[in-house]
Structures are given as C-alpha cells and as structure tokens.
C-alpha cells in the first residue's frame, strides 16, 4: 500500500532518514544539477547529535558507502550556523 508521503528539506541541510520496512521507496526532487563540490555528510550515530534512532542492534544497519565514511560532525566540513537565543 502506498502512502506517498512527502517531506521538504531545504536546500542546505543536513538530513536523514530510516527506514523499518524493506520495501520502501525514496525519491528526491531537487532543486538544481547534484554538485559534488557542494555534497557533504555527517556520520548518522554522531553521539554529539544525538538522534535516537528506533533500530534493533542485533540488525545490522545497511548504509550507502558514502554514509559509511561520514565523519562526526565536529571532524567534517560542514559548518553549521551559529544558534542564538533570542529569548
């Protein structure tokens, strides 16, 4: 049965996604040509960022090569803007 349900990202954030079913598909519409010079990713068990993901750790989580070599967020390329508190 499929859903279609859709989710935006802006272009420019980090982002994510697991699946719980080994059927699902994912399709990306984007907003320009792919740009490896503009690609970057951060490990998705980066403890500092601390997403709890609902996996079972007896199953071995399948990622893509280039999610296998990301590193933690504080040991990559990507820079973050500065969070302010405006309270």
Avoid at 1 to 12: F, K, M, T
Avoid at 47 to 56: K, T, V
Avoid at 59 to 84: F, G, H, I, K
Wanted: net charge negative.
């Amino acid at each position: 049965e499929a859903d279609w349900r859709q989710i935006w990202v802006p272009p420019g954030f980090l982002h994510g996604f697991l699946t719980l079913t080994d059927d699902t598909e994912v399709a990306y519409k984007v907003t320009d040509h792919y740009s490896a010079a503009h690609d970057a990713a951060v490990a998705w068990d980066d403890p500092e960022i601390g997403i709890p993901w609902p996996i079972d750790p007896s199953v071995p989580v399948l990622l893509s090569l280039r999610d296998q070599t990301a590193r933690l967020l504080r040991d990559s390329c990507v820079r973050l803007p500065e969070m302010r508190n405006f309270g």
